[in-house]
């Protein structure tokens, strides 16, 4: 009898982007904070850098995709019928 294959282990997943975007505020309120230390503030910084890039990343995904169901629908309506 085969057993089934063992099953990858799944990639960890991505945050979400309203879970990221959230964050990003959070870090911006702390970095507004007068009474953060440099170094807490530089690793805020680097953090609110990161997630930013991820965020812009997002979005010019779900913007590519947007342009692919776009051209899709405008394919279909221009089919003769």
Same mark, same amino acid.
């Given at each position: ?8 282990? #799944?990639?960890?997943?991505? @945050?979400?982007?309203?879970?990221? %975007?959230?964050? =990003?505020? #959070?870090? $911006?309120?702390? /970095?507004?904070? @007068?009474? /953060?230390? =440099?170094?807490?503030?530089?690793? &805020? ?5 990161? %997630? ?6 997002? =979005? ?5 995709? $947007?342009?692919? &169901? %776009?051209?899709?629908? /405008?394919?279909?309506?221009? /089919?003769?019928?």
């Amino acid at each position: 009898m085969n057993s089934p294959a063992p099953k990858k282990p #799944e990639p960890p997943k991505k @945050p979400d982007f309203e879970r990221s %975007l959230a964050r =990003l505020e #959070e870090v $911006v309120r702390c /970095l507004e904070s @007068p009474q /953060l230390s =440099l170094d807490d503030a530089m690793k &805020l910084f680097e953090e609110g850098v990161a %997630l930013s890039r991820a965020c812009q990343k997002q =979005l010019e995904e779900a913007e590519g995709r $947007v342009e692919i &169901l %776009l051209k899709k629908g /405008l394919r279909a309506h221009s /089919l003769p019928r």
